[in-house]
């Protein structure tokens, strides 16, 4: 039977939670709420005869019809591994009904972390018509053992993707150009069956991405072609490459094994990440007891001593792809490409000697840094009476010292492998690094500071290397200042490996680097 694919893969390091904390959490099951329909309006609208769809004759290649009386559906079962360790399963259903196209997936992963398991679930799905194509429906969801959740849920109306998020108790609304269609939905599909192919040959498409919470443009490459014998079956396997070109620099990239009938066997992310399709009963299969957080860790090479990372050095590393957005210069790192390494040069930083004043203008540079966001609900009641009390009278230094330490201190080190956001952050009062992060950040824009999450990776002598963290940096007027809440530190100190800043864009921009990027060599200053 030929199948049909999605799976958000690319976006499993930030479902996992795949950032060094101290301590664990223990295993818990999760139970995501059902979510309702998006508007009475998107529900009542009129049906069509599938016969009338241009997308039929693909579809009925995709997913053929059945006896007389049976409903057009199929399910797919993928195993999901870590570096050749199971982690759990991902379930892909879909069905065409009352002039409907429903896409839904399913991710379980149970990861153990500094000893202990934990349980995720992530639930997508999309619902376009057969007349046209149009997004009908969408609907996201993750959640953690400790009642951590975000939602999103959207539809699409005259060419505008309508978007609702929802974190803690907070509902924030947005909107973009509707390009989520059901022509890009099955773009690699259609590619793979549209007659004699040849290598290099690609395409692009356009979808909205949950984890960038923004659109997102994809180019398909056909990368090899090779033959294949099944059952004496003579037939072809594609090597698919898909890299998302935009927006730009944001690292996301698989690679994709179809056959000829379009059936997706395999896809990996980066040299971490690769689910595998499977038998029901294989798929479910008891998980791997591995700690996936050491495996991730990044070496020094050979016998290199812990110490050299002390004071200002230096390190020469691979394995980073070419469209990998080098970091900016900051007070305590620099970063330059050569030939196809980059070299990064720490150095401690220093409180800044001329700081402002705070509440800081919503101007400039920074401006960006001060808004209310879906993780960051510096508007919410709860978060700007907490940081009005923690406000030194408009003491920059002192109300950014009363922010960091009250984080570190208020919040139980815990593992908690969740799309973090301030306020379920405030509720359940722990988390590793994420967590701690998120809400510094919030109660800094609170405060008038301009804060962004900084993520990379920070050496963690429990994993033996560098482990992937989230700490925070902050606008002093000048340049950024990381600092980290999770370790205490008022000034981060130059273990901290930074790749990216931002949101939940910066922690999906790094997970094509898991179980990629090497240290080649380290060097005292």
């Not at 376009?128 to 959740?149: A, C, H, I, R, V």
């Not at 009963?281 to 700690?291: L, N």
Request: proline share 6%.
């Amino acid at each position: 039977m030929k199948k049909l694919k999605y799976i958000s893969v690319l976006s499993l390091p930030v479902f996992l939670g795949l950032l060094a904390c101290k301590e664990p959490v223990a295993t818990s099951n999760l139970e995501l709420k059902k979510l309702p329909p998006i508007s009475e309006k998107a529900a009542s609208e009129p049906q069509i005869a599938e016969e009338e769809s241009p997308y039929s004759p693909l579809l009925a290649t995709l997913i053929p019809p059945g006896a007389a009386g049976q409903k057009r559906e199929v399910t797919f079962w993928y195993g999901l591994y870590m570096q050749g360790q199971k982690v759990g399963y991902m379930k892909q259903h879909n069905e065409i009904k009352a002039g409907e196209v429903h896409f839904h997936s399913s991710m379980y992963a149970s990861v153990k972390g500094m000893g202990r398991k934990t349980d995720i679930t992530v639930n997508e799905s999309q619902i376009f018509t057969l007349k046209n194509g149009e997004l009908k429906q969408l609907s996201f969801s993750q959640s953690s053992p400790d009642q951590m959740e975000m939602r999103q849920e959207g539809f699409c109306r005259s060419g505008t993707l309508y978007i609702s998020s929802y974190t803690g108790n907070q509902k924030q609304e947005t909107s973009f150009p509707c390009v989520e269609n059901l022509k890009n939905h099955l773009a690699v599909e259609a590619l793979i069956l549209a007659g004699e192919k040849r290598e290099k040959e690609s395409v692009t498409s356009s979808r909205y991405e949950p984890s960038l919470m923004q659109p997102v443009t994809n180019k398909s490459l056909i990368k090899k072609i090779s033959a294949t014998l099944v059952d004496g079956i003579k037939g072809q396997t594609y090597e698919i490459e898909e890299k998302t070109i935009n927006p730009p620099g944001t690292g996301l990239s698989s690679v994709s094994i179809y056959n000829s009938e379009a059936l997706l066997l395999s896809t990996q992310v980066g040299g971490f990440f690769t689910a595998k399709l499977e038998s029901e009963a294989e798929a479910q299969k008891p998980t791997s007891s591995r700690d996936i957080l050491v495996a991730s860790a990044i070496k020094l090479p050979g016998d290199t001593p812990a110490d050299i990372l002390g004071g200002s050095y230096r390190l020469i590393a691979a394995g980073f792809p070419e469209d990998f957005t080098l970091p900016p210069a900051s007070l305590g790192q620099k970063a330059e490409r050569r030939d196809d390494k980059i070299i990064f040069t720490f150095m401690p930083q220093e409180k800044p000697a001329n700081l402002p004043q705070v509440p800081l203008k919503n101007e400039g540079e920074a401006a960006k840094y001060l808004i209310n966001e879906p993780q960051y609900q510096s508007a919410a009641k709860e978060i700007k009476e907490l940081a009005a009390s923690l406000t030194a009278g408009g003491d920059y230094w002192q109300t950014h010292q009363n922010i960091l330490h009250y984080v570190y201190k208020s919040l139980k080190k815990s593992y908690v492998p969740a799309m973090a956001n301030a306020l379920d952050v405030l509720k359940i009062g722990k988390g590793d690094c994420t967590e701690h992060s998120t809400l510094y950040v919030a109660l800094a824009r609170a405060a008038g500071i301009p804060a962004r999450q900084a993520v990379g990776a920070a050496y963690w002598p429990q994993g033996g290397g560098f482990g992937w963290h989230a700490w925070a940096e902050i606008w002093t007027g000048e340049n950024w200042l990381a600092v980290d809440p999770t370790w205490d530190q008022e000034i981060a100190d130059t273990t901290h490996w930074h790749f990216a800043s931002g949101s939940m864009d910066a922690q999906v921009r790094i997970s094509g680097l898991l179980g990629s990027v090497k240290i080649i060599s380290a060097q005292k200053l």
